[in-house]
């Protein structure tokens, strides 16, 4: 997964496909490191990065590009995206559990679409959305756009619950937003508890 001749194998073609995209980030990364020194955010970087990989190997998905904390995943589809990011926060509850000390403060955005193939990797507007949500997610919380709620609402086990339209950098028209949690039916009260409990730990430390 870490090679990066594994990870762009197969993607030598051009033409626009339709994928899902995931980013993922940490939150507070630069102020933990300064706080409890290099040797702690290596160890954190190491079992954040960890995690996630192992979450996008059991979902399907391709790591893109990882620089610092920040990953870039395709999926082949919107669902196995949302499960991913979903599984992504539960299990950094559980790791902020067992180390409250060493908090993965992670935010996950997602969005589906349209992006031109490269060696490169992937290119486009949807490519850019996703990564644009990722920047606003809290800890413990996956964003997704309307298009990802519409095209796996019925098809995922989870409910979505509506944050409102967000300007968001670089993107012309504000973007309607929900905030994906556990259950099949969206309540903001739900969502809200899903959130605040997949970060508690976190809330705790800052």
Sequence with gaps: MTDEGTRREGYGTTGATYRGFLFADLRGFTAFAQRQGNAAA???LDEYRSLVR?????HGGTEMSTEGDSFHVV????????????AIVAEAAQANAR???????????IHAGEAIETSEGYF????????RICAIARPGE?????TVRGITQAS?????????RRRLKGIDDPVEIFAVTEGTAASPIHGDRTRLAAGAAVVAIA
Aim: proline content about 9%.
């Design 124 to 131: 486009g507007a949807a490519v850019n959305l996703a990564s």
């Design 99 to 109: 180390r409250p000390d060493r908090p993965i403060a992670v935010g996950v955005g």
């Design 75 to 86: 999926f082949p589809s919107a669902s196995t995206a949302v499960m991913c990011g979903m």
């Design 156 to 164: 995922v086990p989870v409910a979505f619950v509506p944050r409102g």
């Design 142 to 146: 996956v964003l997704v756009t309307a």
């Design 54 to 58: 192992r979450a996008v190997a059991r």
């Design 42 to 44: 290596v160890e954190l």
